[in-house]
């Protein structure tokens, strides 16, 4: 998975294995809640969870489009990436 700005918002996509990368429509942080909708060819695919305090794991449930829901835990890789200050981000 790979989250960032696209401009002042949260973008990215997902590689799940053995499949083909999927776009994360929209990625919305509440304070530590996290809530991403992921395009799929069969429908949205939501995620609900928690960020920790740290920034470094998320926790929560995957909602397939079918109703069937999946714990998810997602860890933080390190990374050398610094994105913009917020202020430049917002043009």
Do not use: W
């Not at 949260?10 to 590689?15: D, N, P, Q, T």
């Not at 998320?58 to 069937?68: I, R």
């Amino acid at each position: 998975m790979s989250i960032g700005f696209i401009g002042a918002d949260y973008g990215g996509s997902l590689a799940p294995v053995r499949t083909a990368p999927v776009v994360l429509r929209n990625v919305t942080l509440t304070g530590n809640s996290i809530h991403m909708v992921v395009a799929s060819r069969e429908g949205d695919v939501l995620f609900d969870g928690k960020l920790s305090a740290k920034g470094d794991f998320m926790c929560g449930t995957v909602t397939y489009h079918g109703g069937d829901t999946f714990p998810m835990v997602a860890q933080k890789r390190p990374s050398t990436y610094q994105s913009q200050p917020q202020a430049q981000r917002a043009r």
